[in-house]
Nanobody, 123 residues
């Protein structure tokens, strides 16, 4: 099991950038695939980015080209660099981990979640 804590959210203007961090405690962080999800008010939680053991990444179409996921195993931390933020990116952002090679996009595949961090983008 890993425990996850997100940080880095805040209130920004459209076009700004933010970097979210997901700090993990526990064993064998490098053996976990990591994903970022977000949930906007009144909407379902959605997958936006994932990174595998091999550091292969994949993204949802809504953030591809603007967001970048990365990880530093020696620091037990994953990141989500968000550029060109838009008002529709406003949501609570969650990181999630699964003890598997691949970061899937399915919420039910993840048993380890952080508490979330709020990102608000004003127009």
């Amino acid at each position: 099991q890993v425990q996850l804590v997100e940080s880095g959210g805040g209130l920004v203007q459209a076009g700004d950038s933010l970097r979210l961090s997901c700090a993990a405690s526990g064993r064998s962080f490098k053996m976990y695939a990591i994903a970022w999800f977000r949930q906007a008010p009144g909407k379902e939680r959605e997958f936006i980015a994932g990174i595998n053991w091999s550091e292969m990444t994949h993204y949802s179409d809504s953030v591809k080209g603007r967001f970048s996921i990365s990880r530093e195993n020696d620091k037990q931390t994953a990141y989500l660099q968000m550029n060109g933020l838009k008002p529709e990116d406003t949501a609570v952002y969650y990181c999630a981990a699964r003890p598997d090679l691949v970061a899937t996009s399915a919420i039910q595949d993840y048993k380890n979640w952080g508490q979330g961090t709020q990102v608000t983008v004003s127009s």
